[in-house]
């Protein structure tokens, strides 16, 4: 990234008078630096132990989708590690009663005392019931304080001091709580109670696991006993078993799933046709298809996406939350979508039945065939079990894209960490030459942010002067290459505004907005540009300047980390 520059010119900060500075202050800085270092490389470990026990926690609950305890075990014990606890314990709630479903590191005869004051109701007289009532952290750095907390002989037997617990909450619901506790009056820190309420998400998703697991294991016992002396049963748990092991291998697509319960719907329901709709709140969207002639699944194309209406039997299913069917869908004139493909596709009668998550239309699915008359109760049973195996997919799609959503939050913020701590080395062996600092930054800022070109100017009277950077426009700059301080510019005006300025295609803006620069950037291919100033007790000493070949603007936390 180190571009040749003229003699004398490389380090003009260095001719600054300054005052000497002891050999006393320089070893003051020092032992600052670091300080400052080891504090940044003991975050980073704090943050692989925590990515470490989340990944640990996930892989409990990928083995064990029909017991909970497992994943409640391994939470007790990572909490209790990593929050420095004396003790940690795991509540479920149902409703009504808090049960103690997990402890770590209590004494036997302690174990049993606290196994006697549950099952507890909601209330302020204790930590884990406190939470359930507010369904908010619970943070008690000293409990004599606390003049709510009424177990006070317990609190004596197990000799802590301080608590905190978190509550596990589904869609805003409490249904649990994970406490740790403390021997000394000592509070907890800021990112150990985030740890905590991230071991509470992952608790809930493993509960959500099981109860759908467990749900969708009672109805297809119900099927097979229901069945079990008619060949159409093993076909039936056939399909089923299918659309679980494809639901096991695509955790993160739904799509597959759809298009084998399509499938298996249209053959065992002896359809003509099959087809399945997702309903996002306000449009349905076909999703999947089966046994549609051409004509027939053009129809059905270019008829979504649409909002629920009583035109479609997908739309009523939807609307009235349960299941629906016409006989003879050639006398429906109510239906037009559906009276126009049973014109075209020759089908009579329907059925549709609703996918619904806690009693919330998701999807329907719809199936017709030749024959007029009612479907078996046998077909709507399965055509029941097929929808809440897709409501069982569109929930794993939704759990693992929020949960693949924090493990990229804690990546971006370990590789955030990992850079700080890089420059902060760097900074540490360079006392005396900023030039290595500056490459340091402008490596670790284009990589973080993804830029293709991202320049460090700082300011020099009335011009900027770049002092490091990297990619092609970098590369290309003379060696007195100087940015004029004015408002023209976009780098300069950051600096004289003292402002973050960022504009998402520079292509777009006005060619009088800014002619300093704009040109040249346009040549280069630059369409998103974003400019950070350097600021120090309210005055701009320079800026950073990141670009884009493409129009993709920065992300809110990208332009937080340029000005971090």
Not at 70 to 85: H, R
Not at 144 to 166: I, M
Not at 275 to 291: I, K, R, S
Not at 363 to 378: C, D, L, M, N
């Given at each position: 990234?180190r ?9 003009v ?5 300054v ?16 300080k ?33 305890q ?19 314990l ?23 005392s ?13 930590a ?21 907390y ?11 001091r301080s608590?905190?617990a ?9 249904i ?10 000592e509070?907890?820190?800021e ?21 759908l ?8 016992g ?5 069945h079990?002396q ?14 679980l ?6 955790p ?10 399509v ?32 004509e ?11 909002a ?24 429906d004139?109510g239906?037009a ?28 699915i ?6 007029r ?6 077909q ?23 949960l ?5 939050d804690?990546?971006?913020?370990l ?10 080395r ?10 290595p ?8 800022a ?6 293709n070109?991202?320049?460090l100017l ?20 003379a060696?007195?290459f100087?940015?004029?301080l004015v408002?023209?510019s ?38 998103t ?5 350097l ?9 950073i ?17 340029l000005?971090?």
């Amino acid at each position: 990234m180190r571009r040749g520059a003229k003699p004398g010119k490389a380090k003009v900060k260095a001719r600054l008078p300054v005052a000497r500075k002891s050999r006393k202050s320089e070893g003051s800085k020092r032992r600052e630096l670091e300080k400052r270092l080891a504090e940044a490389l003991q975050r980073e470990q704090v943050l692989v132990e925590q990515q470490t026990a989340t990944a640990e926690i996930l892989s409990v609950i990928s083995s064990s989708p029909t017991d909970v305890q497992p994943v409640f075990d391994t939470i007790t014990q990572n909490a209790l590690e990593l929050c420095g606890a004396a003790s940690s314990l795991l509540t479920t709630f149902d409703g009504e009663l808090l049960h103690l479903a997990a402890l770590a590191n209590v004494r036997p005869g302690v174990a049993d005392s606290l196994r006697r004051v549950y099952p507890m109701r909601p209330g302020r007289g204790a930590a884990g019931v406190r939470a359930i009532l507010t369904r908010a952290v619970v943070h008690i750095p000293d409990l004599r304080e606390d003049p709510e907390y009424a177990l006070r002989d317990l609190v004596q037997a197990l000799d802590f001091r301080s608590v905190l617990a978190v509550p596990m909450l589904r869609e805003g619901k409490p249904i649990g709580t994970i406490n740790v506790h403390k021997g000394d009056p000592e509070p907890f820190s800021e990112s150990q109670i985030a740890l905590l309420q991230t071991f509470a998400a992952q608790a809930v998703i493993a509960i959500e696991n099981v109860r759908l697991f467990t749900e969708l294991q009672q109805k297809n016992g119900a099927l097979t006993q229901a069945h079990a002396q008619v060949s159409e049963a093993l076909e039936q748990q056939t399909a089923t078993a299918e659309i679980l092991r494809v639901i096991s291998s695509s955790p993160t697509d739904g799509q597959p799933v759809f298009d084998v319960i399509v499938e298996s719907a249209c053959r065992l329901c002896d359809a003509v046709f099959a087809n399945a709709v997702q309903f996002d709140g306000e449009l349905m969207h076909n999703m999947a298809h089966y046994g549609f002639s051409p004509e027939g699944l053009d129809i059905l194309m270019r008829a979504f996406p649409r909002a629920p209406t009583r035109e479609s039997m997908s739309g009523r299913a939807i609307l009235d939350g349960t299941v629906v069917q016409s006989e003879d869908m050639s006398t429906d004139e109510g239906t037009a979508l559906s009276h126009q493909l049973s014109r075209v596709v020759g089908s009579h009668a329907y059925l549709s039945v609703p996918m619904l998550r806690e009693g919330v239309p998701v999807g329907a699915i719809t199936v017709a065939r030749r024959e007029r008359g009612s479907f078996p109760a046998r077909q709507v049973e399965l055509l029941k079990t097929f929808a809440d195996q897709a409501v069982i997919a569109i929930e794993n799609v939704r759990l693992f894209t929020e949960l693949e959503a924090r493990n990229r939050d804690l990546t971006t913020a370990l590789d955030q960490q990992t850079a700080t701590s890089d420059i902060l080395r760097v900074i540490s062996q360079s006392q005396t030459d900023l030039q290595p600092v500056f490459e340091s930054l402008v490596d670790s800022a284009a990589r973080l942010c993804g830029a293709n070109d991202l320049l460090l100017l700082v300011r020099e009277g009335d011009v900027l002067r770049p002092v490091a950077g990297i990619g092609p426009f970098w590369g290309s700059l003379a060696a007195d290459f100087r940015v004029p301080l004015v408002r023209g510019s976009i780098a300069a005006r950051s600096v004289i505004d003292g402002a973050t300025l960022h504009f998402p295609d520079l292509a777009a803006l006005s060619e009088t907005e800014f002619p300093t620069g704009r040109d040249l950037q346009l040549r280069f291919g630059h369409r998103t540009v974003l400019a950070v100033p350097l600021v120090r007790e309210g005055s701009a000493l320079g800026t950073i300047f990141a670009l884009r070949f493409e129009v993709r603007p920065f992300a809110d936390q990208q332009i937080a980390l340029l000005k971090t």
